[in-house]
């Protein structure tokens, strides 16, 4: 058997590392597995057990909800811009660093799942108007709407859906040119969600103000490769090494949840 954690792994588990060997189980302590080829594993008769569907232990994990909206203030606020203004550059003025206040904005979540519905519940408290888009979740409180109507009407677009076929580059350059009102965009989901060549291309365009994101599609191969990475020091981009999940409290709930399903 195998116990992994996406966050540190580096590399795909795939025929190429698993065929030819006796590995019959693995056993990851996260609720994505895009780190393990799930194809691969059912023609080599491999089981994968994940957290993706154990309720009583994710719905009190909110680590990456905290994370989505960590870095949507942080952006919206110039944080770390101005931060660093003051600590390399030893100057003392605000007037490259205004902000903007969260009970004046709308915020659009995609996917209204348990991470969504957390976030949602964090910008409503701060007085932020929240719009959803789920093909199927709904809401009695909050505006369901399309994707369309989100682009449009969103100062910020965060992101909180399992990366599949449906999810896939979801957020593209059709997506990317409906945005009206110049929106900061954050990725706690993977890399893959967005294409990310087009929100380099959209933010060069000044047509989106920033991209928070703890995840980066080339994570599991090279982050060199990646398009984020190469343009972290001349856009308006933050970057988190997938620390989402990575909380002490976290961390020691769901790795010994994992490791009890060994028993």
């Not at 976290?250 to 010994?256: I, K, L, P, V």
């Amino acid at each position: 058997a195998i116990f992994c954690n996406p966050n540190k792994q580096g590399f795909i588990l795939d025929k190429h590392l698993l065929e030819n060997t006796n590995i019959k189980l693995i056993n990851t302590a996260s609720t994505g597995t895009n780190h393990i080829c799930l194809p691969d594993c059912k023609k080599l008769g491999i089981k994968v057990l994940s957290l993706k569907n154990d309720k009583k232990l994710i719905n009190k994990l909110p680590s990456t909800s905290e994370l989505s909206f960590c870095l949507m203030i942080s952006l919206l606020k110039n944080l770390i811009s101005s931060s660093n203004s003051v600590k390399y550059q030893k100057q003392w003025n605000y007037e490259n660093f205004i902000g903007q206040e969260l009970a004046s904005l709308t915020i659009g979540i995609v996917g209204f799942g348990r991470l969504g519905k957390m976030m949602a519940k964090f910008c409503d408290s701060f007085g932020m108007r929240v719009l959803i888009y789920d093909k199927y979740e709904s809401s009695k409180k909050f505006k369901n709407v399309s994707l369309e109507y989100m682009a449009k009407n969103s100062n910020v677009i965060s992101l909180h859906v399992h990366l599949n076929q449906e999810t896939y580059r979801l957020i593209d350059k059709k997506f990317l040119s409906n945005c009206k009102l110049n929106p900061v965009i954050i990725n706690t989901s993977r890399g893959d969600i967005v294409d990310e060549n087009q929100i380099i291309n959209f933010l060069r365009k000044r047509r989106i103000y920033g991209y928070g994101t703890d995840v980066i599609s080339h994570e599991l191969t090279n982050i060199h490769d990646s398009p984020i990475i190469d343009n972290l020091s001349k856009l308006n981009i933050l970057v988190t090494p997938h620390i989402g999940g990575m909380t002490i409290q976290g961390q020691n709930r769901a790795f010994e949840w994992a490791a009890l399903k060994f028993i």
